[in-house]
């Protein structure tokens, strides 16, 4: 997807607008991605019932928004994600997060996060007193209100971890990702809500 924000301080100096439409410009390219690809399903053997998304840091947030704040019904219509994974994402807004658009979600995120909060705090730690930082709603609070849907999910949070852990999960963690893909987003037997707390080495 295209870095709006490349080049500048995507920290506490860029404004809510300027992050929330980074978010949305990187959600229409991926979707355009995935619409492209679904348009030749055939042709790449794909079932559009099984399409999984996938994305950590920034990707984590543009994927989540992707699926539980942007309508991507209007532009792939009679679609619906699978299943989604986010490595050290949050939301801007749980507005539109429901019990409708819930899906199997697993969340890897490190609970000493200092870009990307694990629970409901201003991206960056930013100082909450300024007119325009942006409050981001983690894994933690996300997996909460999946739990009080009754959706699948499946929570793995590192006890003093930090944003590294937006890359680790997919060297190291290959076995909880398949464990959620195939017990929660391919073949449930039941309804799953997986929660796991690991210490940082």
């Known amino acids: 997807y295209r870095l709006t924000l490349k080049g500048k301080d995507a920290a506490c100096e860029i404004t809510a607008a300027q992050k929330k439409a980074a978010i949305e410009d990187a959600s229409f390219d991926i ?6 690809i679904l348009k030749y399903d055939s ?7 099984k399409v999984i998304i996938v994305g950590s840091s920034a990707g984590g947030e543009t994927v989540l928004n992707i699926v539980y ?3 991507y019904g209007k532009f792939l219509t009679d679609f619906k994600f699978a299943g989604v994974i986010s490595m050290s994402g949050a939301l801007t807004s749980l507005d539109n997060l429901t019990k409708s658009n819930a899906i199997p979600t697993q969340l890897f995120h490190g609970t000493n996060d200092a870009v990307v909060p694990f629970n409901t705090a201003p991206q960056y730690a930013c100082d909450q007193r300024k007119d325009d930082y942006l409050m981001m709603y983690g ?15 499946y929570l793995f949070l590192i006890s003093g971890g930090t944003h590294s852990w937006a890359g680790i999960p997919t060297v190291n963690c290959f076995g909880e990702i398949t464990d959620f893909l195939y017990n929660d987003v391919l073949f449930p037997s039941y309804v799953r809500k997986t929660e796991r707390i690991v210490q940082e080495k």
């Open 69 to 71: 704040d942007y309508d």
């Open 139 to 153: 894994s933690e609070t996300i997996a909460k209100k999946l739990k009080e849907f009754g959706t699948p999910y």
């Open 31 to 36: 979707l355009s991605g995935v619409k492209h």
């Open 43 to 49: 042709t790449f053997s794909i079932d559009a019932k």
